[in-house]
């Protein structure tokens, strides 16, 4: 997605007042909006960087799109799998319920509950409690 089309649409999204501004708690929300995925730590240190730390233009929203490295590419699948099996001292292919939300919400970019909630809908789960990981990166990275 790079067309300015696409940029002008998704500002508008969030300009719900049509003053052609959009309040700087939304920007990470608009980058995604594009393509990019931002870390939280980069979203706040590009609040930091506004011109107006409350508000931003279409401009200056244009100018963060086009930032370097803004779109970065994803981890491949064997990358996230390999980050959890950090956890699988094992070597099975599973990991604990609790123990994925506890990764989740207390690790890296933490989620919060609801979007952990969110993730874990239709993700199967044995009887004693354990999800497979390969499984479980696969369909996130299929959504």
């Not at 909006?33 to 506004?50: C, F, K, W």
């Not at 292919?93 to 970019?109: A, D, M, N, P, Q």
């Not at 044995?126 to 369909?139: L, M, Q, S």
Request: charged share 25%.
């Amino acid at each position: 997605m790079s067309s300015n089309k696409t940029y002008k649409d998704a500002f508008a999204l969030f300009d719900k007042k049509g003053t052609g501004k959009v309040s700087s708690h939304d920007l990470g929300d608009l980058l995604r909006a594009v393509g990019q995925n931002p870390t939280l730590a980069e979203i706040q240190s590009l609040i930091a960087d506004l011109p107006d730390h409350n508000e931003l233009d279409f401009d200056t929203y244009v100018k963060v799109i086009n930032r370097p490295d803004g779109f970065k590419p994803l981890g491949t699948t064997e990358d996230y799998i390999r980050g959890f099996q950090v956890f699988d001292k094992n070597l099975t292919g599973f990991i604990g319920l609790g123990e994925l939300k506890y990764i989740l919400t207390s690790i890296g970019e933490k989620l919060t509950e609801e979007e952990v909630n969110e993730l874990l809908k239709g993700v199967n789960v044995t009887e004693d409690g354990n999800v497979d990981y390969v499984e479980f990166v696969k369909a996130i990275l299929s959504q």
